[in-house]
């Protein structure tokens, strides 16, 4: 039963992580696979795929813009930025977040309440 509570879709808050990890700035996809883990949303490695699927969908929609780097060693790694629209939406994914922890929270207090 435990295995149920809590679950859902570990891509849900793939979209705001990416755009988080990217108010630091500039960013190649492998490093934002390292960062996003640290908000929490993830559980474990997220897939590869799962985040450069994720950053062609978000430069479709002009949430993220990105470009060749050839400087270094190696070879070429795509980097992406967030744009304008990126941090619109970054802060409409915090306002609904916002709405969503005060809403957990109250349900919790009212839960321990009862004593």
Not at 5 to 16: C, N, S
Not at 50 to 72: C, F, K, N, P
Not at 87 to 109: C, I, N, S, T
Request: aromatic share 10%; charged share 25%.
């Amino acid at each position: 039963m435990s295995e149920k509570i809590g679950g859902g879709k570990q891509e849900r808050y793939m979209q705001p992580s990416i755009l988080m990890a990217l108010l630091d700035g500039r960013s190649h996809g492998y490093e934002l696979l390292q960062h996003i883990g640290e908000y929490g949303f993830l559980k474990g490695d997220a897939p590869p795929g799962m985040i450069y699927r994720h950053l062609r969908q978000m430069e479709d929609e002009g949430l993220v813009a990105s470009e060749w780097d050839a400087t270094g060693s190696g070879p070429a790694k795509r980097v992406y930025v967030v744009t304008d629209a990126g941090r619109e939406v970054l802060d409409a994914w915090v306002g609904y977040m916002e709405r969503q922890a005060k809403g957990l929270l109250a349900f919790v207090e009212r839960y321990r309440s009862r004593g």
